[in-house]
């Protein structure tokens, strides 16, 4: 199996920036998807970002388009998403997760336990 681990959540002010990072480990056959979810208070998990199995594909959501950028090194088994220009409404628990290259959250096979982001106004 595939456990994954995220790291790098914080408090920041607006307009101050985070960068998340999410560690893989476990037997891997192929390369595959990863992508970052994120799930606000009294709100349903939503995409924010996906990167292909070799990183040469990459979607984002509206809200994120040009503050956030996910990227990929697969020789560290590592999946980071830097957020710049953080918004109030950036606040929430955020999710790396493995398996598949989508919006779909119930494509990914692999979750990690989230890691905390609040922005501050």
């Known amino acids: 199996q595939v456990q994954l681990v995220e790291s790098g959540g914080g408090l920041v002010q607006a307009g101050g920036s985070l960068k998340l990072s999410c560690a893989k480990s476990?037997?891997?056959?192929?390369?595959?998807?990863m992508g970052w979810f994120r799930q606000g208070p009294g709100k349903e998990r939503e995409f924010v970002a996906a990167?292909?199995?070799?990183?040469?594909?990459?979607d984002y959501t509206d809200a994120v388009k040009g503050r956030f950028t996910i990227s990929r090194d697969n020789a560290k088994n590592t999946l980071t998403l830097q957020m710049n220009s953080l918004q109030p409404e950036d606040t929430a628990m955020y999710y790396c997760?493995?398996?598949?290259?989508?919006?779909?959250?119930?494509?990914?096979?692999?979750w990690g336990q989230g890691t905390q982001v609040t922005v501050s106004s």
């Open positions: 997760a493995a398996g598949s290259f989508s919006r779909d959250s119930s494509m990914y096979k692999y």
């Open positions: 476990g037997r891997i056959f192929i390369l595959h998807g």
């Open positions: 990167i292909s199995g070799i990183g040469s594909m990459t």
